[in-house]
C-alpha cells in the first residue's frame, strides 16, 4: 500500500509559529509533527510514501532528505487547497493509498485499523467540533460531512486520513478534499467511519501544549550530559548530549531536554516540558508545562508557565508568565483560550517583563518592567 502526505500548508491559525517555517515542522517533544506521521505508517511496514510540499517547501524536503526513509516528494506549486495537493500526487499513486495530513498527530495502532479497509476515514470526537470537518454517521458509514459549522450537531469529527481507491481522483473537482468526499457520497459511493485511537491536531498555537504533553507520555529516557551529583530527578527524564545540569536543579518528569543546554543550578523544571537544543536556563527559574525552542534563553528568577516560544528568544531576568482565559480574534474567530504566552520567533523581553494569555509576534522587542496582558503583538513590534 501507498501513502500520501499532505505537508504543503503553512497553518495560519497557528501563526506567529509558521511565519518561518510551516506547520509539519513544528517540534513536539523535540521532534517534528510529519515525523511522527512517517513513524506510524514505518510502524504498519508502509514504505512507499508521497509527501507533498509546498509552502517553505525547501525547509521540509532538507528534513525528509535527513530520514534513512525513501520517499517521494511533489511539490504543490500554489497552496490552492488539500483536494488539488493531492492532485498533485497523482501521477505517483498506482492502486490503494492511504491519505494523511502531515500535521496532525496519529498513532500506529489507528493506522492499522483502517489500511486494509477500501474507502474509509478516521474520525474522533473532540470537545471543539467547529474546527473541523464534523461527520455525521448512519450504521458505520459517513452521511455527511459539514466543514466547520458555526453549530455543530456532532462532537464526531474527521481527522483528514482516509484510506482510498484510485478511483477517488475522478471526483476532484474542487480544491477541498471536504468537497471530494462529499462528491463522491453524492454519487453513491460508500465511505466506512473508523474511530481513531488517539489522534491530535493543533489548530492554534497554545495546542501545541496538549500535544507535546501527549507526546512526552512515551518518552524513553536517556541521562546524557554533564549532571551535577546534586541535581534531583524524578520521573521519565531524557537529557541531550552536551547538556550540563547544575547543582540542585530539580527536574520532575515527563521532561525532555536537547542537546548543548546549559541548566540551572538551583533551577527547577516541572512535568510536560520540552526543552529544545542550545537552551540556557539560568539560576533560580521555575519553569512547567511548557514548550520552548531551539537556542532560546530564559533569565534568572523567572516563572514560566503554559508558554510556547520560537527559535531565539531571549526573556530576561525574573520574566513572569502566568496562565489565564481572554477573548481573542484568531483569523477572524472569536475564542476563548486559556494560556500563559506564545512567543515567535528572535523574541527579546527586559527584566521584570510580566506576560499573561498573549501573542507575542516574531522579531518583538519589548523593554523592561512591562506588563503584556490578553494582547496580540504583531511581528517587528516595540514596546517602551
Request: glycine letters at 8%; one cysteine or more.
Amino acid at each position: 500500500m501507498q501513502a500520501v502526505i499532505l505537508a504543503a500548508g503553512e497553518g495560519k491559525r497557528i501563526r506567529p509559529l509558521t511565519r518561518s517555517r510551516p506547520k509539519a515542522l513544528l517540534p513536539v517533544a523535540n521532534r517534528p509533527i510529519i515525523e511522527y506521521v512517517i513513524e506510524a505508517l514505518l510502524k504498519n511496514g508502509i514504505r512507499d510514501i508521497v509527501v507533498v510540499v509546498g509552502y517553505r517547501k525547501e525547509q521540509v524536503i532538507r528534513f525528509l532528505n535527513e530520514l534513512n526513509v525513501p520517499l517521494t516528494v511533489v511539490v504543490q506549486d500554489k497552496q490552492l487547497g488539500t483536494a488539488h495537493a493531492l492532485n498533485c500526487a497523482k501521477s505517483h499513486i498506482t492502486g490503494d493509498f492511504l491519505l494523511l495530513p502531515g500535521d496532525n498527530y496519529i498513532d500506529p495502532h489507528s493506522i492499522g485499523r483502517i489500511k486494509d479497509i477500501k474507502n474509509a476515514m478516521l474520525v474522533k470526537e473532540h470537545p471543539n467540533p467547529s474546527n473541523f470537518g464534523v461527520v455525521l454517521l448512519k450504521d458505520g458509514f459517513v452521511s455527511r460531512i459539514i466543514e466547520k459549522p458555526e453549530h455543530s450537531p456532532s462532537f464526531m469529527v474527521s481527522t483528514g486520513i482516509f484510506s482510498l481507491t484510485k478511483d477517488f481522483f475522478s471526483y476532484i473537482s474542487e480544491n477541498d478534499i471536504t468537497d471530494t468526499v462529499s462528491s463522491m457520497l453524492a454519487s453513491g459511493k460508500r465511505l466506512q467511519a473508523v474511530v481513531a485511537d488517539d489522534w491530535q491536531d493543533a489548530i492554534y498555537p497554545w495546542d501545541l501544549l496538549k500535544m507535546n504533553m501527549r507526546q512526552l507520555k512515551d518518552l524513553p529516557e536517556a541521562r546524557d550530559g554533564a549532571i551535577s551529583r546534586q541535581t534531583i530527578i524524578h520521573g521519565p527524564v531524557r537529557i541531550g548530549k552536551g547538556t550540563t545540569i547544575g547543582p540542585n536543579t530539580v527536574i520532575s518528569g515527563p521532561v525532555i531536554i536537547g542537546n548543548d543546554c546549559d541548566i540551572g543550578p538551583n533551577c527547577c523544571i516541572m512535568p510536560d516540558t520540552s526543552l529544545g537544543s542550545r537552551v540556557k536556563i539560568e539560576p533560580f527559574t521555575f519553569m512547567g508545562k511548557s514548550l520552548i525552542m531551539d537556542d532560546t534563553s530564559i533569565g534568572s528568577h523567572s516563572r514560566i508557565i503554559d508558554t510556547v516560544t520560537g527559535q531565539g528568544c531571549r526573556l530576561a531576568d525574573h520574566t513572569t508568565i502566568s496562565s489565564s482565559a481572554s477573548l481573542m480574534d484568531i483569523e477572524g474567530t472569536v475564542i476563548k483560550p486559556e494560556f500563559g504566552a506564545v512567543f515567535g520567533d528572535q523574541v527579546t523581553a527586559g527584566p521584570f517583563t510580566i506576560f499573561n494569555n498573549c501573542i507575542v509576534g516574531n522579531n518583538v522587542a519589548i523593554e523592561g518592567g512591562s506588563r503584556i496582558i490578553s494582547r496580540i503583538l504583531p511581528d517587528d513590534s516595540k514596546v517602551i
